[in-house]
């Protein structure tokens, strides 16, 4: 058996890391979740597009940009949802499918009206799976910490 001396820097070693970056995706992909599901009961509005195109083909980015009115005030946004994450196969699509000047809706936080989304969500899976990944790394090293302080590591 490992004695408990050598085993507290490996099962640190190992369980800071798993807390640190789980945590840090609970947060990130959590916050992106919430918005997602807040936006439910955003306002669709009116929009007129004055930009849309693919920037980066490698990556398949874009850039956006838009202006809807809320009562007298006129806005301008360049969210396109709350993920951003595209796919090889749509991008080309949706570049097609709005093209500047095109008249649809986008959805505001009634809260907020500055803050808009021009779609609520293209796909939700990755933010989820990250969430979940999150969760387990997190969950796997406060586990290994409870293991350690409960004396089972290094026991005899």
Not at 12 to 23: D, E, H, I, Q, T
Not at 37 to 63: A, H, K, M, Q, Y
Not at 66 to 87: E, K, P
Not at 95 to 117: E, F, I
């Amino acid at each position: 058996m490992l004695a408990a001396e050598s085993v507290t820097p490996a099962v640190a070693a190992v369980a800071v890391p798993l807390v640190l970056f789980g945590g840090w995706l609970l947060v990130s992909f959590g916050r992106q979740l919430l918005r997602i599901w807040s936006s439910r009961n955003w306002v669709e509005t009116p929009r007129e597009l004055l930009s849309f195109r693919e920037v980066g083909v490698e990556d398949f980015s874009i850039e956006i940009s838009y202006a809807y009115r809320v009562g007298a005030a006129t806005h301008q946004s360049n969210c396109f949802s709350f993920t951003d994450i595209l796919s090889m196969d749509n991008t080309p699509q949706l570049v097609k499918r709005y093209p500047s000047g095109c008249k649809a809706v986008c959805y505001v936080n009634p809260a907020d009206s500055a803050d808009a989304v021009f779609m609520r969500s293209v796909n939700i899976f990755p933010a989820a799976l990250l969430f979940v990944v999150g969760a387990l790394s997190t969950a796997c090293g406060v586990y290994l910490v409870f293991l350690w302080a409960s004396g089972k590591f290094g026991a005899n």
